[in-house]
């Protein structure tokens, strides 16, 4: 069964739980947390950004168990990149994911987005994630080898949300 899920915009508490759900992940490694980390301090600060970083997280029982971060591209008209997306390991595979997903098109949409692009690894511990976007209506649109690091290339996908319909959010 899945779990009762809340979706909404994190609050500035809600950093640590961020950065724990990042470490909980075990393909992220201890600088990809501290990324994290650093774009959480900067979407706490950031004041009057042309493209401000965005979060949105998922709730279960209270407890913050799953986040995106994902903001305008900058030099675009419409085009969104989705930068994180992660779900508490032990929780994933359970629709958490999914929901944060479609619920930051319908937030990307609203906004005026007409795309969402996403960079990720070619690795094999990679697969799942590489089939979770195509699950989720994603389109590989190019892959660049050796791109992160010798023998680890870019993969980067893509989805039209032309034809989204708006929807109410998981939680409104
Ligand atoms: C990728 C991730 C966000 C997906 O979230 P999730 O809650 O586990 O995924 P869901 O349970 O919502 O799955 C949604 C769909 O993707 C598919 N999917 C998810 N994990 C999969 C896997 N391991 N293998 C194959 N398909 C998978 C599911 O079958 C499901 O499809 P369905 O609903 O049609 O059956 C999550 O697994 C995660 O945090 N992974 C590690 C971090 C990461 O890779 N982040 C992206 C890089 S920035």
Redo the contacts with the bound molecule.
Sequence with gaps: MEPEIEIHIPSVLDGQDIVRVAGS?P??TAEEVGTVKEIWQEYIQQDDEEDPYLFLAAYHEGQLV?FTCFGHRSLTQSTYLLY????ENS?????????LLNDTEQIVKRMGGTQIVIE?SDEPT?E??R??YT??GYTEAGAIPDFYKAGEGLVIYFKDLNGLNIKNLSTP
């Design positions: 992940t393909l992220f799953g994180w997306i992660a779900v929780l994933r595979n359970m629709g958490i994911g999914r929901k990720t990679y799942p994630t089939k979770f699950r989720l």
